[in-house]
């Protein structure tokens, strides 16, 4: 291994000692779908979910599904992680803005218009929760957050908040 500074080495006898040393990868080394969640701070599934939605993204497939995802991919995903969280574009926007590169992300994307902001941020708001965590809605007696909403989030927001309603009165006829 060629190391930069003793620093490196200091860190690998800490992981070594702490029982999870790894040897490091080549920067050309393929990434499993964990080691590139971690990277990127995604989880998994929506790393999966992103494979549906950008076919530019082809992690190679071994055995039992198992994925490994090339530097390329990870460059792209890592631009995509941006634009949408970060820059405030929508799935469909880094979609159409991949059609129009042609497959590649150009580094000089303009900041995307506020309907497509606005968008987003509804996007981001319908996006369902992670499998095993709880959706939490306001109560009745704590006011929603007051971000801009388009007319069927808050049509969703009045559906859900009966539901939750109806569903309370059950809970409380069952104890």
């Known amino acids: 291994m060629n190391f930069d500074?003793?620093?490196?080495?200091d860190a690998d006898a800490e992981e070594?000692?702490?029982g999870r040393f790894r040897p490091r990868k080549a920067a050309g080394a393929f990434r499993t779908i964990s080691e590139v969640a971690d990277e990127l701070h995604i989880p998994q599934h929506v790393l999966r979910f992103w494979e549906t939605k950008f076919p530019q993204v082809k992690p190679l497939k071994r055995g039992g599904g198992r994925r490994y995802y090339r530097p390329d991919d990870i460059v792209l995903l890592r631009r995509v992680s941006d634009l949408l969280?970060?820059?405030?574009y929508t799935i469909k926007g880094v979609q159409r803005l991949l059609r129009e590169g042609g497959?590649?992300?150009?580094?000089?994307?303009?900041?995307?218009?506020e309907a497509e902001r606005l968008a987003a941020e509804a996007e981001r708001e319908m996006s369902l929760p992670e499998e095993g965590q709880l959706l939490l809605l306001p109560v009745e007696d704590t006011p929603p957050p007051a971000p801009r909403r388009t007319s069927e989030a808050d049509r969703l927001?009045?559906?859900l908040t009966q539901t939750l309603a109806e569903l309370e009165a059950l809970r409380a006829l069952l104890h």
């Open 85 to 88: 969280y970060t820059q405030g």
């Open 157 to 159: 927001r009045a559906v």
């Open 16 to 18: 070594a000692e702490a």
């Open 5 to 9: 500074s003793g620093a490196a080495a």
């Open 103 to 113: 497959g590649k992300l150009a580094d000089n994307i303009p900041p995307p218009t």
